[in-house]
């Protein structure tokens, strides 16, 4: 047997477990995304999933928890869309930069009523929840007031939240979870954020 007829048979192979596996996935509904974890790309897979349904033509939703105090190349380009889309941010920025506790506090807790209105309302086919996890890791939102929200979404509703350190309790409710991890970062070589890449 030559090698391309060796390759063509461990294709054919793992083409029909392919199939297979697509064939049992019957399910239609709305998916959990939890992107966490310290690496880069967590906010970068939820705008990418964003623009993908954008295109599929979805009413879409985007409330943003931290970043505030500084313009996004993602805000910037989303607010385009602005009749498919409602895109809030509502941080105040990192909380080392504000030192401000209370106020960090009522900055999540208004970005939170927006977002719950959104996780009701089932004309929002796409909702994410950029940065939602630092505002529940540091109990800013209660977690047992977001679990209940998505318990009781829309059944065809996607949602996607993002930020290091998602609680134990959202990843067993998420449908995929994925946690990213720094090899490497340009910051700890001295670069600054750059346009296009972080900002």
Same mark, same amino acid.
């Given at each position: 047997?030559?090698? %391309? ?6 294709? /054919?192979?793992?083409?029909? *477990? ?14 959990? !995304? ?28 985007? !409330? =943003?928890?931290?970043?505030?105090? $500084?313009?996004?190349?993602? %805000? #910037?380009?989303?607010? &385009? ?12 920025? $990192?909380?080392?930069?504000? =030192?401000?506790? @209370? ?5 999540? =807790?208004?970005?939170?009523?927006? #977002? @719950?209105?959104?996780? #009701? ?6 909702? *994410? ?6 505002? *529940? ?5 209660? *977690?047992?007031?977001?679990?209940? @929200? ?6 065809? /509703? ?13 990843? %067993? !409710? ?6 990213? &991890?720094?090899?490497?970062?340009? $910051? ?5 954020? =750059? ?5």
């Amino acid at each position: 047997m030559t090698a %391309e007829e060796r390759h063509r048979e461990r294709m /054919q192979r793992k083409k029909e *477990l392919v199939d297979r596996k697509i064939a049992r996935a019957t399910i239609e509904r709305g998916v959990l !995304v939890v992107n966490t974890g310290n690496g880069k790309g967590k906010s970068s897979s939820g705008f990418g999933m964003l623009a993908r349904s954008l295109g599929h033509g979805f009413h879409c939703g985007v !409330v =943003q928890f931290i970043k505030g105090s $500084f313009s996004t190349g993602e %805000e #910037a380009f989303f607010r &385009r869309f602005d009749e498919d889309l409602d895109y809030h941010v509502m941080g105040e920025g $990192f909380t080392w930069e504000t =030192q401000d506790k @209370a106020r960090d506090i009522a900055a999540a =807790q208004a970005a939170w009523d927006i #977002a @719950a209105r959104m996780l #009701a309302d089932p004309a929002y086919d796409f909702v *994410l929840l950029d940065e939602l996890n630092i505002a *529940l890791v540091k109990q800013y939102v209660r *977690l047992e007031q977001v679990l209940a @929200a998505l318990a009781t979404r829309p059944p065809n /509703q996607h949602v996607v939240i993002t930020g290091r350190g998602a609680p134990d309790g959202l990843i %067993e !409710v998420a449908d995929t979870v994925t946690e990213m &991890r720094v090899v490497k970062h340009a $910051f700890e070589a001295g670069i600054k954020a =750059q346009k296009g890449i972080e900002l």
